[in-house]
């Protein structure tokens, strides 16, 4: 029989999918949205940025939310809402109304991954969250790449407003099942075998102090760690690399170039894969060190060599003379940035326990803020220094600052230890 905590990483690996399909249509279709709102390149900007600032915005009361309610209720609500709003970008009219619904649809889409991180920290041993992390991301990546080419080849035959209904029912027939499916306590699942039951139990929290209980989250506790503030400063610069590849990859690949839409949505999946694979690795090599015994050195190594990964890949892009070139940089930088997505998710779990949902929450609210940089940043760099360079020089220089973050986190240290 196969584990139910398989089945949980299933899920939640088809929930990333999707999360991301759902976001990169938005960039698949920019001529099209573009051409029929009458929208300028600075005004698109600002739709892609529009998604990243209500993401950031939910993350830590939808983490909240999590730790309170369960992921079980907060995962089906969250991707109902976002999947009411991916249908009604169909009805957008405007830049104003694309903006607003663009805005509502990243808000739902805020409580996707912090309530993953609470079903994780019940579900799962400590030895099997790198791994699972780096599987549940990877998703993500696979659901942008695959989106690139196919949503360009439905937007083609459909038309833009026609495919966003069709994903949003998607996303409806996902929450039904995860509902009926999911329960927040393994004890309560009706058909979990005994054995693994008393594994997830025995496993579930490992930390230094032999607890597995946290107190009750404070706001002087979240906002006063080191520890959160370091993986806040660097996944700030994991999602500004990466977020480049939902928002103006797709475009710039195209207009650079000379691609036509499926061409470049082709081009854009091999970045995109990069990642998935970058995740897989990292999550291997997180529970590997940590089965030799070595914590802290399990989430450091991994988010260490991916930041200077992404480093290289970005001023690689700088210098490329052709589509490959680009596209091999972009690999490096996205293997690279996914890398640290492992490490990072583990260290909040590691961090907060059963606050786990706010912990990442918060640190995903500040990744996004980077997110929500990215676009605009990209736009207007480009406006104001007269080419994309400067853009991928100031991403360099983050990574390089979250590897000195890094060198200063401690996972052992529980958040409210501050």
Known sequence: MIPKRYWLVF??????????????????????VSRDLGLSETQFSW????????????????????????????????????????GLTAAAWNFASMLVFRFLFGAGEAGAFPGCARAFYTWLPMSERGLVQGINFSGSRLGAAFALPLVAGMVARLGWRPSFIVLAVVGFVWATFWYYWFRDDPERHPRIATEELDLILRTRQQAVTGQEEAPPLSAAALLGSRNMWLAMLQYFASNYTFFFCLSWMFPYLRKTYELDPVEAGWYGMI?????????????AVVDGIYRRGHWTLSRRLPAIGGFCLAAAGLLGIVHAESVTAAVISLSVAVFGADMTLSPSWSFCIDIGRRNAGAVSGTMNMAGNIGSFVTPLAFGYLAVWTGSNESYFYVGAGLNVLAVAAWLLAQPERPLEDF
């Open 11 to 32: 899920g939640t690996f088809l929930l990333s999918m999707l999360l991301y399909v759902d976001r990169v249509c938005i960039s698949s279709a920019e001529e099209a």
């Open 47 to 86: 739709v892609l940025s529009a998604f990243a600032l209500g993401y950031a915005l939910c993350q830590t009361p939808a983490g909240m939310l999590a730790d309170r309610f369960g992921p079980r209720r907060i995962l089906s609500a969250v991707v109902t809402f976002w999947s009411l709003f991916t």
């Open 271 to 283: 970045p995109l894969l990069f990642g998935a694979l970058g995740n897989w690795v990292s999550g």
